[in-house]
């Protein structure tokens, strides 16, 4: 019996009802396998706005940070939209990524055997399946570097500095590399070297730590090749290790390959073994408290909290292989509906996963 603290982060929009399904399955799990999950629910967001006028309260970092590890919904929504930059519902994730020191995003982009009708390629182009994990860098480039507004000949003008330290650098890459090693060994590094300078010390870092790995095949493509490549050739990838802002806009476009971005779950890690889990997907603020949401990038991801921060794997696996009989027998949420297979609100999915475990 072990017992784990959880800190939970449901933000706006459709992330408090996909995260209600997440602790039904997880609370499921822990009577199955005798563990005991204790969550604290803290404000961030859009909510933490209105509460207390601030995206990410104090609180709520020290919560996380006393916490085993951090489950979050999604953050944001028309309301705030309007906000100054340090001010809006996205500071929280930001926010909570810097302070928590996760720096590596694990997006695993995978396309269910029983998925393949909703995946928008033609049939052939994903006939030998898709199976990829993008290793985003999550606490450096342009997100974190210096930004402001300053007066150009041009009028005003705004920046945001895209920098990275080999040493930030060297850990995205060894986690990459430990992580291809425990799949099919090959790595494909993205940057744009023929352009930026630090894409140019990304790649030459990226070089250095390959001598270590000689058993991963690695390669490189350029970013705006890569993104052509992963609709052309989605099953030749493995592992992709990428920067903050590239990694942001081809974890995206994965997501399409496997037919929703409603599919796709998330790791952050640092150093130890706190790590926030949360869909790739956001607040959908269309579709919030209707029941139309699809939970399973959520409970996806709480799967992978119990793989990455908890050691769980038999639990992990246990969710992966519920979600994957629910979708063999045609359960669909509307997101990833086709002809023939019956369509589900948000809370029946969840019942329909808990009941395969
Ligand atoms: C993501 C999101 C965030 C990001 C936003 C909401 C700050 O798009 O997790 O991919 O850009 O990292
Ligand atoms: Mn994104």
Avoid at 276 to 281: A, L, N, R, S
């Amino acid at each position: 019996m072990s017992n784990f603290n959880i800190a939970v982060v449901a933000g706006d929009g459709i992330g408090p009802e996909v995260m209600e399904q997440n602790i039904n399955v997880l609370n499921k799990i822990g009577q199955k396998f005798g563990h005991s999950f204790k969550y604290e629910s803290v404000l961030g967001g859009g909510c933490a706005i209105d509460a207390y006028g601030e995206p990410l309260p104090q609180h709520t970092i020290d919560v996380c940070k006393a916490s085993d590890s951090v489950l979050l919904g999604a953050v944001g929504g028309w309301k705030w939209d309007t906000l100054p930059g340090d001010k809006r519902p996205e500071r929280a994730l930001l926010g909570l990524r810097g302070a928590l020191g996760l720096f590596a995003n694990l997006r695993p982009a995978t396309l269910h055997e029983a998925l393949k009708d909703a995946c928008p390629l033609k049939p052939e182009f994903v006939e030998n399946g898709v199976d990829i994990m993008v290793v985003r860098e999550l606490t450096g480039g342009m997100y974190f570097g210096e930004k402001g507004r300053k007066q150009t000949d041009m009028g005003e003008a705004a920046y945001d500095v895209e920098q990275y330290s080999v040493k930030e650098v060297e850990r995205i890459t060894r986690t990459a590399f430990e992580i291809a090693r425990k799949r099919k060994k090959h790595l494909t590094n993205v940057d744009k070297q023929n352009v930026l300078e630090s894409s140019r010390l990304w790649r030459s870092t990226v070089l250095e730590v390959a001598k270590d790995y000689p058993d991963v095949e690695l390669d490189h493509l350029y970013v705006d090749n890569a993104s052509m490549q992963l609709i052309m050739r989605p099953s030749t990838f493995d592992v992709i290790v990428t920067g903050n802002i590239f990694g942001d806009i081809l974890s995206d476009e994965a997501s399409q390959l496997t037919g929703s971005i409603g599919m796709l779950p998330s790791a952050s890690l640092g150093e130890g073994s706190l790590g926030m889990y949360e869909p790739v997907h956001g607040s959908a603020p269309d579709i919030a408290g209707k029941n139309l949401a699809n939970p399973i990038a959520t409970i996806l991801s709480g799967a992978m909290m119990l793989k990455y921060s908890f050691g769980l794997q038999e639990e992990a696996k246990t969710i992966e292989d519920a979600v994957a009989k629910v979708l063999n027998a045609g359960y669909r949420t509307g997101d990833i509906m086709s002809e023939g297979m019956k369509k589900l609100g948000c809370k029946e999915m969840a019942e329909a996963i808990l009941a395969e475990i």
